[in-house]
């Protein structure tokens, strides 16, 4: 016999994935079959008895009608001696007939349709029997799992906790022990399938070679080596059949030995494993069921790729959610419930909310998908990629001091290659030595990873119209409200990353170094939450609005930003470096002191800092009337007279005034 290609994994029993309850369905549909089918033959084969029993009782009644007849003594019987004796003698044999078909049907009905009422009964019943407590410790797991999911964060009561943690426990327990015995019973069923389907046929062939042996000798021996290979077939099924059961039980005995913690959630005993680049497991997701509605479904995700799957259980294979490649992961607090977190798309207008199980999972599917939206899969090493960023991001946030000092000429594979707008180059690069990381930022410096306005500072500006004094030197004469005649007014939807004091404001390498060092900070932090704001490039200053209150956080004087740059590797990651005075050292003008900001956008860096460079060139252009006419002739120009730049995309930026409710869908 051929082996057993399929079977179901009894390791596979407690973790209950969508392949494993996929395959388990094959199982299913194939065992409700076999039970069709075996209804089937046994209303054929006890027809078949059927026949033979009145087959049985038809040669008896002939045998007796045959003895009739010398009984009639007929009037004109003359010549009936001959007669009389031969139908005896036809009597006797049917007689002899009739015991070979008694003993025929006695047969059929021990060895054809009893095995198979038996298998019946006994199997197929078990299964069903089993599948429905497999079904009702499925739904008593579920339902757990959901009391469970529901336990609020904020208002935690340990005993409530304790008692949820003890049921979801014992109901998976319970699954555990379902499943490991409905699994086994299903491959066991493999086996007794084929022995009930070949045991009836086998008795129905050698009671039927038994009664018509004396007339078919010949045919008898050709198919008593066949009757025997068939015998020896299922004594050899048997025995694997024996030796399957013994592998079981000891499997079930080693997989029902584990520790309570296997059951209990948020119970993991091993670290967060932050270089994955491949994540599988169940996740909860928040779906909308109205206006201001919402449900969650607890879904199995899985990565693939770039991409994010989602696999719903009966499903044959998944399907795909959501491409991964730039994408943006972070942290949030949503309903009260713990370990949550929301995956946006690069453009921002796809983003979706998800909670797992446990602190280890959540922070390894941050971690996961962090990794995957920079591409690392498609590396010849992608493992070696992830554990090397993994390293740098840990150096990125410890001093310099601690390390040694990088060989000359070493390449820097966190830093990427100039972008932006070209500015002149400081003497290092004229020299064609890089600088190092400790020339352009300070060892240690610290990170400031959002913009907090105060809230008697809030409420001037409500008061002001918006108004606010920069905490990095702005005076108040430099912080003036943009006027309506301004020649460019456009609008970005970004997020802050960081932002952080530097050494230089001449060189582009600072804008790198310092992105390189706040994302790194992030991901060793695990600060993934970020803040969404409007960026106003206009041909006087910058300016980053909050798009709810329309407050402005922060602004700066156009002349005060003294090099932007987008990073050329990701696309949304763009930076630029504003020059303060210091004056703690008395001095009366000041000593320059430079400070970085390092954003993410729903559009490209380079749209951004292509806006910044033409606000440049109309401040420049303003002080020379005709430079401000030729520069207004080549390019396009709005109805209200302001310049035109490209068509915005939906969603991430607006031209013109007037667009006071921006916001970003990110």
Known sequence: ???????????????????????????????????????KLLQSMQRVFGAQSEMGLATEQLSQQLLEYEKKNFALGKGDEEVITTLQNFAKTVGELNSLHSELANQMADSMVFPLIQFREKDLTEISTLKEIYGIATDEHEAAMVKYSRLPKKKENEKLKADLVKEVAYTRRKQHQASLQYYGALNALQYRKRVAMLEPMLGYTQAQISFFKKGIELVSKKMDTFLSSVSNMTQNIQTQLDQEAETMRVSQKDLLSVEDTVYMPDKDTEPVNRTLIQKAGYLNIRNKTGLVTTAWDRLY????????????????????????????????????????????SPSGKTSMILQAE???????????????????????????????????????????????????????????????????????????????????????????FDIMLPASEFQDQNRSGGRRTNPFGETDDDCTTE??????????????????????????????EAMRQVLAARAIHNIFRTTESHLMVTSGSLRLIDPQTQVTRISFQLEEVCQFAAHQENSRLMGYVVEGRDWSDGDEEGEPSFSAFVFESNTEGEKICYTINLAKEISEAKKDPEALAQLMKNMPLTNDGKFLLLEPETGDENVGAGQEDLESEA
């Open 1 to 39: 016999m051929p082996a057993v290609h399929h079977k179901l994994l009894l390791e596979d029993a407690l973790q209950d994935s969508p392949q494993t309850r996929s395959l388990l369905s094959v199982f299913e549909e194939d065992a409700g079959m076999l039970t069709d089918y075996t209804n």
């Open 301 to 344: 995700f899985f990565t693939q790729g770039g991409n994010l799957m989602c696999q719903p259980r009966g499903a044959v294979a998944g399907g795909m959610v959501l491409d991964l490649d730039n994408s943006s992961v972070m942290a949030v607090e949503c309903e009260d419930r713990r370990y949550c977190f929301q995956i946006t």
């Open 358 to 448: 446990s602190k280890k999972e959540y922070e390894e599917w941050i971690c996961t998908v962090n990794n995957i939206s920079r591409q690392i899969y498609l590396t010849d090493n992608p493992e070696a990629v992830a554990i090397r960023l993994n390293q740098t991001a840990i150096q990125a946030v410890t001093p310099i001091t601690s390390f040694e000092k990088r060989q000359d000429g070493s390449p820097n594979p966190d830093r990427a290659k100039p972008g932006g707008v070209q500015t002149p180059s400081s003497d290092s690069q004229k020299t064609g030595a890089a600088p190092e990381p400790k020339d352009l930022i300070a060892p240690g410096t610290p990170i400031q």
């Open 483 to 512: 006027s309506d005649d301004s020649l460019l007014q456009q609008v970005f939807a970004v997020r802050f990353l960081g932002s952080m004091a530097v050494r230089c404001g001449n060189n582009q390498e600072v804008i790198y």
